[in-house]
């Protein structure tokens, strides 16, 4: 199952939302785009988590899900098997930790900063607006060669992918093959590697092999551009 949503940007497009991204978002609601109301990535990250023990003690199966995917000690776990399970403040710091990319909580640097901009481009790119994503990248280029702030360093292009990045982010224009086209004219690098799933992944392997764009129709254009 999935949903097919706008996003609450200024420009709204038809965006494939599977439905475990629009459960998660309906849940941690607005907390997820704060990054400028906390003084740093861990503050803001302890936020989240926070909020994630408050859904799994309510056996929220989109919160279980979560630890699913990326609690080292519940990997592939059924959610009924974790609805049985008792999680606290550190289950959820060290879920969310490996879902930004970092080998656990220690590992995320106290003094780490947000770059707010790149931060907006990725939510443009995802909500398919591309006029603002251009204005971005004119105002500054450099974006385009720029990793995430988190520890999985993903750049714009591999979040084209759908896959490895936050789950919460795991959504896929259906402009996306234009998106991905004016990445490419603008000088985004191919073959970048992203910090996943115990090594390392260029946009195009991620994409192949994440649901996402496929369940969406757009998997063979992507491939061809990729």
């Known amino acids: ?15 494939y939302v599977p439905a475990i991204v629009h459960d998660l978002e309906s849940f941690y609601g607005g907390l997820l785009w704060a990054y400028d109301e906390y003084p740093g990535v861990k503050n803001h990250l302890n936020a989240l988590a926070n909020k994630m023990l408050e859904g799994v003690r309510e056996k929220n199966e989109a919160l279980l899900t979560e630890i699913n995917n990326y609690h080292p000690d519940h990997l592939g776990r059924s959610i009924a098997e974790l609805a049985t399970l008792s999680f606290g403040l550190e289950d959820c710091r060290h879920t969310i ?14 003094d780490m900063v947000y770059d707010q901009r790149f931060e907006a481009s990725v939510d443009h790119l995802l909500s398919g607006n ?31 992918g759908s896959n490895g990045v936050e789950l919460w982010r795991q959504r896929v224009p259906y402009n996306l093959p234009e998106i991905v086209s004016y990445l490419l004219e603008q000088g985004a690098e191919k073959k970048a590697l992203m910090k996943v799933y115990g090594g390392g992944f260029t946009a195009l392997q991620l994409m192949q092999t994440s649901a996402h764009p496929n369940e969406a129709g757009l998997a063979p254009a992507l491939e061809v551009l990729l």
């Open 1 to 15: 199952m999935a949903w097919e949503a706008n996003f609450n940007k200024p420009l709204k497009m038809k965006v």
């Open 97 to 110: 930790a490996n879902e930004y990319g970092f080998p656990g909580w220690p590992h995320i640097p106290d």
């Open 130 to 160: 591309l006029a603002q994503l251009r204005k971005l990248l004119e105002r500054d280029p450099g974006l385009i060669g720029r990793t995430s702030s988190y520890g999985h360093q993903a750049t714009l292009l591999h979040y084209a």
